[in-house]
């Protein structure tokens, strides 16, 4: 898989995060062992313009890679038990960034499995960010990984899959701040998105 692909350059990540959120449905996120997904739901975080930014208030330890150079791999540690895995976005010191919030695996699910559990249905994989970050083997030492290079073994792909046409905008998800924009992105009735929509009746 790794030779029909091309990493996405440095200058993708140079703009908004609401610029380059949408545009990263249908890329593939690629460990080097194999394990592959295509991205299919994003959520844009914008630094100081956004209150449900974890750079907000600016840098700290714990946020640090969000003002580094884009293209780089924000993971912070959430609830007290997930890893959640973000491309940082827009010129340094800006702080943007696009979480990942969905995958629908591609290759190495049986290595998926083994992390998240043998029982797991391929929907349920990476159906979150959480779930996500597992399935790839994500953790805090990929904090700062350089999505571009691939220096730590992970890296950001097309396979020239063009943009989806049938894609839902709405509000973010598990939020407290800043509810109302509408900077979640994902493939409409796609069965590998975190929140399914409600069967009515």
Not at 36 to 44: L, N
């Amino acid at each position: 898989m790794h030779d029909a692909c091309t990493p996405l350059p440095r200058d993708f990540y140079r703009r908004h995060p609401t610029a380059v959120a949408p545009e990263l449905l249908n890329k593939i996120l690629l460990r080097d062992d194999g394990r592959a997904g295509r991205i299919v739901e994003v959520e844009a975080y914008a630094g100081s313009e956004d209150p449900a930014a974890h750079s907000f208030r600016g840098r700290t330890p714990r946020n640090a890679t969000m003002f580094g150079e884009p293209g780089h791999l924000y993971v912070y540690f959430t609830y007290g038990m997930h890893w959640g895995s973000n491309a940082v976005c827009g010129d340094e010191g800006e702080g943007a960034g696009v979480l990942l919030r969905a995958l629908e695996p591609l290759h190495g699910l049986d290595a998926m499995r083994q992390l998240r559990g043998a029982g797991k249905r391929d929907t349920d994989l990476c159906s979150g960010p959480g779930k996500l970050s597992q399935a790839m083997g994500i953790t805090r030492a990929l904090d700062g990984a350089d999505l571009t290079t691939g220096d730590r073994g992970i890296r950001i792909v097309s396979d020239g899959t063009p943009p989806p046409r049938d894609v839902v905008v709405g509000p973010r998800i598990g939020i407290s701040r800043a509810q109302d924009f509408p900077w979640r992105w994902h493939l409409q009735g796609h069965p590998h998105v975190s929140v399914k929509p409600r069967r009515s009746g």
